[in-house]
């Protein structure tokens, strides 16, 4: 009986050898990731909180999660997997928090793929889960976005052995910041490729630099000071989202001020709060976020009749069908998410134009 036990154990044990012999990894940050804002000393965090300082501890966890980062690469493999290490992992419920969702080009679109997420108890960075597989022969280039919510160490693209994985130039074109609140993060969404930043960039061929914070976007001058270091082609801000109706009077002027100063001749958009379902029924939902409404309308009408280069537009979450688009009242659900982006392509894409950004 003993001699039986240990032959299953060693046999259990030569296959998973086998099993992690089979997979090619290579680091996700050796290929192709885009979408950042800085170099960063962690290639998977989105600011360098040793070289800004101010942030909460939540702000600064925010800080080091890759929401919005993709990887570009191409690979002839049949099937693709992913193993990672994380900082710290977020035990939610939704998936995309520490999860990766793939795209993969065909007749010139990016198609979805495959996901897959980590277990929240996850703790074995030689685990390798499977995103898609039983894929037919020839090169496939493929756009991969890492989770939205947890800190990662490393992410390696796992293909079988004997397969070709290299880096993919970027088709995307320019760059351009999105910064907000939970909706411009993606919160509520069922992959990491659904924030509405994120299929900007798939429907338009445009590279957003998403910087989104969960909460925590309330014009602080911290927040000012990384903006103004930030490099790109356009900013587009979700500002009215998080901060309260003295916050909006007090810091969108001056905020908008550092923006443009910072970056002259650069378009700089900046988007309305959607209407919150919670507010069909919710009184008190409905004055506060009528009011945040009002006020941004009246503030960006100074704003835009000051500066040339200033822009305000008026997104939309709603089906308007009466069915729902909300996960909980406040954040959109995917379908929402979709919704969102097609109420402010058009508006984008046109004052882009004027600057040339096509």
């Not at 600011?47 to 980062?69: H, M, W």
């Not at 990766?100 to 065909?106: A, E, Q, R, S, T």
């Not at 790109?232 to 801000?237: C, E, G, K, L």
């Not at 976020?289 to 503030?299: E, I, K, Q, V, W």
Request: hydrophobic share 35%; glycine share 6%.
């Amino acid at each position: 009986m003993k001699k039986r036990l240990f032959l299953s154990i060693a046999l259990a044990l030569v296959a998973m050898g086998v099993s992690a012999q089979e997979w090619k990894r290579v680091e996700a940050s050796e290929l192709n990731l885009v979408g950042k804002a800085f170099d960063t000393p962690n290639p998977y965090h989105r600011i360098d909180t040793v070289r800004y300082k101010g942030f909460t501890s939540g702000e600064n966890f925010q800080c080091r999660v890759p929401a919005g980062l993709a990887v570009l690469f191409k690979t002839d493999a049949d099937k693709i997997g992913v193993s990672a290490e994380f900082s710290q992992i977020n035990k939610s419920s939704y998936r995309s928090y520490r999860g990766v969702d793939l795209y993969i080009k065909k007749d010139g679109q990016w198609l979805w793929a495959g996901m897959n997420d980590f277990p929240y108890d996850h703790n074995d960075k030689d685990r390798v889960i499977t995103v898609v597989g039983s894929m037919a022969p020839g090169v496939k280039e493929c756009l991969l976005y890492l989770p939205l919510y947890s800190e990662v160490k490393s992410m390696k693209i796992c293909v079988p052995e004997g397969s070709m994985i290299e880096s993919l130039e970027s088709p995307f074109r320019h760059r351009i910041v999105f910064h907000g609140s939970s909706f411009t993060h993606g919160i509520s969404t069922g992959r990491s490729g659904m924030s509405y930043p994120v299929q900007f960039m798939r429907r338009t061929g445009l590279q957003p630099v998403t910087l989104g914070f969960s909460g925590n976007c309330k014009m602080q001058p911290y927040f000012a000071d990384v903006l103004e270091d930030v490099e790109a082609d356009a900013y587009v801000f979700d500002p009215f989202s998080n901060p309260n109706i003295p916050m909006i009077r007090e810091r969108l002027l001056p905020f908008i001020d550092r923006m443009v100063k910072a970056h002259p001749g650069k378009p700089i958009i900046i988007q309305r709060t959607i209407y919150w379902e919670k507010e069909n029924f919710d009184t008190s939902a409905q004055k506060e976020f009528s009011g945040r409404r009002a006020l941004s309308d009246s503030l960006m009408k100074i704003a835009c009749k000051q500066y040339k280069d200033v822009y305000y537009i008026k997104p939309d979450a709603a089906l308007h069908n009466g069915e729902s688009s909300t996960a909980d009242g406040v954040h959109p659900n995917d379908n929402g998410y979709s919704v969102w982006e097609r109420s402010i392509e058009k508006p984008i894409l046109k004052i882009l134009r004027k600057y040339g950004i096509r």
